[in-house]
Nanobody, 123 residues
Framework: QVQLVESGGGLVQAGGSLRLSCAAS????????MAWVRQAPGKEREFVAA???????GYADSVKGRFTISRDNAKNTEYLQMNSLKPEDTAVYYC?????????????????WGQGTQVTVST
């Protein structure tokens, strides 16, 4: 079982930056592929970025070149560095962990979820 707690959300102006963190409990954190998923008001959850246990990363086209996902297995923590933020990045951002190996792009493949953290980008 893995429990996930996000932090770092907030209000930022367009063009600004934020770093989200996801603290995980459980001794096997390092073996889980992790991801960030977001949900804007009135929209379905959307894949943002993923990282394997070995550090291989993948991104949605909408954030490629602006967002960076990383993890520190010693601290049981996952991060999402968000630069050049746009108003359309406004959403609740969720941390997720999968029980399947490899880079996972499908939201349905993630079994564990945090409670989410709000990111609001103003014009």
């Amino acid at each position: 079982q893995v429990q996930l707690v996000e932090s770092g959300g907030g209000l930022v102006q367009a063009g600004g930056s934020l770093r989200l963190s996801c603290a995980a409990s459980g001794r096997t954190f390092s073996s889980y592929p992790m991801a960030w998923v977001r949900q804007a008001p009135g929209k379905e959850r959307e894949f943002v970025a993923a990282i394997t246990s070995g550090g291989v990363t993948g991104y949605a086209d909408s954030v490629k070149g602006r967002f960076t996902i990383s993890r520190d297995n010693a601290k049981n923590t996952e991060y999402l560095q968000m630069n050049s933020l746009k108003p359309e990045d406004t959403a609740v951002y969720y941390c997720a962990a999968s029980r399947l190996y490899g880079l996972r792009y499908r939201i349905s493949e993630y079994a564990y979820w945090g409670q989410g953290t709000q990111v609001t980008v103003s014009t």
